[in-house]
C-alpha cells in the first residue's frame, strides 16, 4: 500500500474505510487484490476437485466456491487495515470468527451437520463439516497472506531506507529489495513466485496420485477433467499476471517515492503486455489435443503412459515357447491399484516429474520474457536466483531457434532432393530426343553475341543434366575451367568458347558474323564430349588435364558438396537405360 | 624511361597491360617472389587509391613504395612517422624571410607524387588526420593557401601489426579511405636466397628506371574509367558489399566507398589484364585486399581467431555469380 499519513486531515485511526478507499493507485486499490483473490479460487476450485476423488463420500456444495472467493476478498483487504492500524489479535480472532460463521451455517442448514447441534464440537469433529469448512479456511488464510504482502509492498523507504531509494538502478531495486522487514525476507516478486510454483507442484503431485490411485473414481465424475483443467487454468494465468503487476507496483512505488515522471500510459501498456503473453501461453496450452495439453495433465499422462507402455511392450511369446519365469505381464490402459510393477511406477513417476518441469520451465520463459523485455541488458545485474527465469526464456529461445534452422534446412533439402528428381525423370528421356541434341531451341545467330550467350546456357543446362552445373560461387571462367577438367576432353574448345562467352556477355564489343561457324563448332564439340562422359564412349580422362583426378570423382562430388557433382557411374546407366 | 612510355601513343588496354607489365616487372627486380602484391599496388596505382600496405618488419614494405615510386618516374618522399610528427611536418610551413620581410612556404613531404607514410600507426591522430585529409581532397591547405597536389598523388603507408606500444592505430573511417591493404608475408627460403645473392653488392633500386611518366601515368588513370561494366558485375559488387554488412560476425560491413573501391580497381585489374571489360573473377581477385580492412569483426569472433580477410573469403564463396537462364539471353 501507498504510505497515507492522513485522509483529509483526519487521523487514519479514525478513518479506516476512508483509508482503504483513498489508496492512490488503482492497481493498489483493485488489480493485485483482484488477482490474488483469482489465484485463491483457483486453488479452492482445484482443492474441491480433488476432494471430490479422495473423499467422494464429503459433499462439497456449489455455493463454497463464491464464498470461498468473498471470504478472500475480504482477507485480502483488511489484511492492511490490520497491519497499518495493529488491531489486537482479539479483533482479529473476531473478524475470523464472523467471516466463517456463515459459511458453517450455510453447510450445517444445507445437509451436512449430520443431526449435530449448532456450533457442537462434534459437528467440528465431522469430516462432511469440517473438510467443507477448512476449505474455506484456507482461503481466507491463504488471502491473508498476500493481502500482508501488499500492505507492505509500495513502502519502498521502509524497505531500502531513503537513500536505497535514491540508487541509481531502479529496476533492480524494484525486483530485488525486501517486500517487508521481516525474518522471512523474501523478495518482492519472489514470493509470488515461489507460492505459485508450489501450488503448480502441488496440483500435480494430486493430479498423479489420483490418476494412479483412483481411475474409476475419475471416469465417473462428470466433468470433472473439464472443472480441474479450468482451475489449472485459471492458476496459472492469475498467478503470472500478479507476478507481472506485483513487480509494475513495486516500481510505480519507486517512481512517486524519488518523484520520477514516468509516461503515464506505462502501467498500461506493461499490463496488456502482460495479460497478451499469459494468454498466449494459455491459449497455445488450451488448443493442443487433451492428451497433450499441459493443462489437461490428467489425460497427458494418460496418453503418455500408453505410449510408454508401448514402447515397453515385451514380445509375445510364441505357442509352445517357454514363457520366461520372470516376464512382466502385459497390460493396456492405465497403471491400475495393485498391479502396477515398479518399473512403470518409476517410469510414471519421471513422466511425471518431466512434465512438471516442461510446464514449470514455460511459465519461467514467460517470467524471463518479461523481465528482459523490460530490464533489457540489465537483468544480469539481478541475482543468481533471479536470473533463472531469463536463462530459462533464453534456453526456450535458442531451442526454438536451432528448431526452426532445422526444419529450414529441411525444407531445403527437400526443395533440393525434389529439383534432382525432377532433373533425374527428364535426364531418362535425353537419349530419345535425338534433335535436342543437336541445337535445341537454338536462336538465330542474327546476333551473334546473344547466339553465344544462348549456346553457354544450353551448354550449362545439358551438363547440369549430367551433374555438371555450376557451384554457388563460380563465375563463368571457373565453371568452364571446372567442366574441362571434369569431362577431359574438348578442354582447348571449352576455354576457347568460353572466352567468346565472356566476350559476348561482359564486353560492348559488336561479335562480327564470322566468328558463329567458329563458335558452332566449339559448341558442337563440347556437346560431343559431353555426351561421351554421358555415355562412357570416351575413355577415362587422363588426370592430368582434369581439375581431379577421374577416379576420385565421386569421392569429390561428397567432398565439395557443390553442383558439379559427378556421378559417372549413375550417368552411364541412365545412359544405357 | 622506357620507349614506349611516348605520350603521343594512344592509350588504350593494351597500352595499359604492356606498361603496367614492365613495371610490374621493374619491381619484382627488387621485391622477390611477391608478384601478386606487385599486381595489386599496380591495380591501386591505377585505380587512384591510396595503399596500406601491412606487415611485420623487414618484409620489404618501404622497398616496395620506393621501387614503384622509382618505376613510374614519380617524385618521391618519405614520412618517417613519430609520435613527434605535426601536421606542419607533413604539409609544409610558412616561415618568415627577413631579407624579403615576407613570409615564404616550405612545402612539406606531402607535396610529391608518391609518399611514403612509413609507420603510419606511429604518428598522432591529429598527424594522421592531416595526412589523410590530403589524400581524400588531394589539395592542402596551409595559412589559407590551398595547394594542388599534383597528379599522380598516391600515398603509400606501411604499418607493422604485430607491434602495438607507442603507436595510435588507425581509426576504421580512416582506413576505410585506403583503397587497399596489402599484406606481403616472408618469403620462401628459396627467394630468400635470390635476395641475399641479388643484395650481395648493391641494392637493385638504385639502379631502377622508371618505365613511363607522370603525365603517362594520369591518362593511363584516367583510361581505366573507360572499361566497361556489365550490368550483372556491377550487381555482384554491390551485392558481396552488402553481404559484408550482414555476415553474423561483422559489426560494420564495408560502405559505399567499398563498393566504389571493388568497381574500381575490377577496371584497372581487367586493364592490367589487356581487356576493356570487367569480369567477376576481377571482382574476385581483388576482394579480400579492397574489402577486409574495412570490416569491424565482432569482439567474439575476433577471440575465436576469425579474421577479416576469412570473412571475405566466406562471402565470395556464398554470394553468387548470377548466371542467365534460357530466356534471359535472348
Not at chain 1, 483412483?214 to 462428470?222: S, Y
Not at chain 2, 559484408?244 to 561483422?250: A, E, K, M, Q, S
Not at chain 2, 560491413?253 to 573473377?281: C, E, I
Amino acid at each position: 500500500m501507498l504510505p497515507e499519513e492522513s485522509v483529509k486531515g483526519k487521523p487514519l485511526e479514525q478513518t479506516p474505510l476512508a483509508h482503504l478507499a483513498a489508496r492512490q493507485h488503482w492497481m493498489d486499490r483493485f488489480v493485485l487484490p483482484a488477482l490474488a483473490v483469482l489465484f485463491t479460487l483457483s486453488i479452492l476450485l482445484i482443492a474441491r476437485q480433488y476432494m471430490a476423488i479422495l473423499a467422494p463420500a464429503v459433499k462439497m456444495p456449489g455455493w463454497l466456491i463464491p464464498a470461498g472467493a468473498i471470504l478472500a476478498l475480504e482477507s485480502v483487504y483488511i489484511a492492511g487495515f490490520h497491519q497499518r492500524l495493529r488491531t489486537p489479535v482479539s479483533l482479529r480472532v473476531m473478524e475470523f470468527g464472523l467471516m466463517l460463521l456463515p459459511v458453517y451455517a450455510g453447510l450445517w442448514l444445507g445437509g451436512n451437520r449430520h443431526s449435530r447441534p449448532f456450533l457442537s464440537l462434534d459437528s467440528f469433529r465431522d469430516p462432511h463439516l469440517a473438510l467443507p469448512l477448512s476449505l474455506a479456511v484456507f482461503a481466507w488464510a491463504f488471502a491473508r497472506g498476500y493481502g500482508g504482502v501488499f500492505a507492505g509492498l509500495g513502502d519502498i523507504a521502509r524497505d531500502v531506507g531513503d537513500q536505497g531509494a535514491a540508487t541509481f538502478a531502479w529496476e533492480t531495486e524494484a525486483y530485488i529489495s525486501d517486500y517487508g522487514v521481516s525474518q522471512a525476507r523474501s523478495r518482492a516478486v519472489d514470493y509470488f513466485t515461489r507460492r505459485m510454483l508450489f501450488y503448480a507442484l502441488l496440483t500435480c503431485l494430486f493430479d498423479a496420485l489420483v490418476v494412479e490411485a483412483f481411475p474409476e473414481r475419475i471416469g465417473a465424475a462428470a466433468g470433472w477433467q473439464g472443472a480441474t483443467s479450468f482451475g489449472v487454468v485459471l492458476m496459472l494465468m492469475s498467478g503470472l499476471l500478479l507476478q507481472a503487476c506485483v513487480y509494475l507496483y513495486r516500481l510505480h512505488s519507486i517512481w512517486r517515492k524519488v518523484g520520477i515522471s514516468v509516461q503515464g500510459s506505462i502501467s498500461g501498456q506493461w499490463l496488456w503486455a502482460s495479460l497478451v503473453f499469459t494468454c498466449l501461453v494459455i491459449i497455445l496450452a488450451v488448443i493442443l489435443p487433451s492428451g497433450l495439453s499441459p493443462f489437461s495433465f490428467t489425460g497427458t499422462m494418460e496418453t503418455m503412459s500408453r505410449w510408454l507402455e508401448a514402447g515397453f511392450r515385451m514380445p509375445t511369446p510364441q505357442q509352445g515357447a517357454q514363457q520366461p519365469a520372470l516376464a512382466p505381464p502385459i497390460r493396456t490402459g492405465l497403471p491400475r491399484a495393485g498391479d502396477a510393477s515398479w518399473v512403470a511406477a518409476v517410469l510414471y513417476l519421471a513422466l511425471m516429474l518431466v512434465q512438471t518441469l516442461s510446464v514449470l520451465g514455460v511459465a519461467l520463459a514467460l517470467i524471463g520474457l518479461i523481465i528482459i523485455g523490460f530490464l533489457q541488458e540489465e537483468w544480469q545485474r539481478l541475482p543468481a536466483v533471479l536470473k533463472l527465469p531469463v536463462y530459462a526464456y533464453l534456453w526456450v529461445k535458442e531451442t526454438a531457434r536451432q528448431l526452426l534452422a532445422i526444419l529450414s534446412a529441411g525444407a531445403a533439402g527437400g526443395r533440393e532432393l525434389l529439383g534432382r528428381l525432377q532433373r533425374a525423370g527428364s535426364r531418362l528421356q535425353w537419349p530419345a530426343d535425338e534433335e535436342r541434341r543437336a541445337f535445341p531451341r537454338r536462336p538465330s545467330p542474327a546476333v551473334p553475341a546473344l547466339y553465344i550467350r544462348h549456346l553457354f546456357v544450353l551448354l550449362m543446362e545439358a551438363a547440369g543434366e549430367q551433374g555438371l552445373g555450376p557451384k554457388a560461387d563460380h563465375t563463368p571462367l571457373e565453371y568452364a575451367d571446372a567442366l574441362a577438367g571434369r569431362l577431359g576432353t574438348g578442354q582447348g574448345d571449352l576455354q576457347e568458347f568460353t572466352q567468346y562467352y565472356l566476350k559476348a556477355r561482359y564486353s560492348r564489343e559488336e561479335l562480327s558474323q564470322d566468328v558463329v561457324p567458329l563458335v558452332d563448332s566449339l559448341w558442337q564439340g563440347i556437346m560431343a564430349a559431353i555426351d561421351a562422359w554421358r555415355t562412357g564412349e570416351e575413355e577415362t580422362p587422363d588426370s592430368s588435364v582434369g581439375e581431379e583426378e577421374p577416379g576420385a570423382s565421386d569421392r569429390t562430388s561428397s567432398e565439395d558438396g557443390g553442383e558439379v557433382r559427378e556421378e559417372k557411374g549413375g550417368g552411364q546407366e541412365h545412359g544405357r537405360e | 624511361m622506357a620507349e614506349n612510355s611516348g605520350r603521343s601513343k594512344e592509350v588504350d588496354v593494351q597500352y595499359i597491360s604492356s606498361i603496367c607489365r614492365e613495371i610490374s616487372e621493374n619491381i619484382n627486380r627488387v621485391i622477390v617472389g611477391k608478384a601478386g602484391a606487385v599486381e595489386l599496388l599496380l591495380v591501386a596505382l591505377l585505380s587512384e587509391g591510396h595503399v596500406l600496405v601491412e606487415d611485420v618488419p623487414g618484409v620489404g614494405k618501404t622497398i616496395l613504395a620506393r621501387a614503384a615510386a622509382a618505376s613510374l618516374g614519380c617524385s618521391f618522399s618519405r614520412v618517417q612517422c613519430t609520435p613527434d610528427l605535426l601536421p606542419s611536418d607533413v604539409t609544409g610551413v610558412s616561415v618568415y624571410d627577413p631579407v624579403k620581410g615576407e613570409f615564404s612556404f616550405r612545402p612539406g613531404p606531402v607535396i610529391s607524387q608518391i609518399v611514403l607514410a612509413d609507420e603510419i600507426n606511429r604518428a598522432t591522430p591529429r598527424t594522421q588526420s592531416s595526412l589523410l585529409e590530403c589524400m581524400a581532397e588531394r589539395q592542402i591547405t596551409v595559412d589559407g593557401r590551398t595547394l594542388k597536389l599534383p597528379r599522380p598523388f598516391l600515398v603509400i603507408a606501411t604499418q607493422n601489426p604485430v607491434e602495438y606500444e607507442g603507436t595510435f592505430p588507425l581509426p576504421e573511417a580512416q582506413l576505410d579511405r585506403f583503397f587497399l591493404r596489402l599484406r606481403l608475408g616472408y618469403p620462401s627460403e628459396a627467394e630468400e636466397n635470390t635476395i641475399l645473392e641479388r643484395l650481395q653488392y648493391d641494392h637493385p633500386i638504385e639502379a631502377l628506371e622508371a618505365c613511363t611518366d607522370p603525365q603517362t601515368f594520369t591518362e593511363m588513370q584516367n583510361a581505366v574509367r573507360e572499361v566497361f561494366v556489365e550490368d550483372s558485375v556491377r550487381d555482384y559488387i554491390v551485392r558481396l558489399t552488402a553481404a559484408t554488412r550482414r555476415h553474423p560476425d561483422v559489426v560494420l560491413g564495408a560502405s559505399p566507398r567499398g563498393s566504389l573501391a571493388l568497381f574500381r580497381g575490377g577496371q584497372s585489374f581487367a586493364a592490367l589484364r589487356g581487356r576493356d571489360y570487367v569480369l567477376p573473377d576481377d571482382i574476385k581477385h581483388i576482394a579480400v585486399s579492397v574489402l577486409s580492412h574495412r570490416l569491424i569483426l565482432k569482439p567474439e569472433s575476433q577471440l575465436r581467431g576469425k579474421a577479416p580477410e576469412q570473412v571475405v573469403q566466406e562471402l565470395l564463396q556464398t554470394t553468387p555469380v548470377k548466371f542467365e537462364k534460357l530466356g534471359e539471353a535472348t
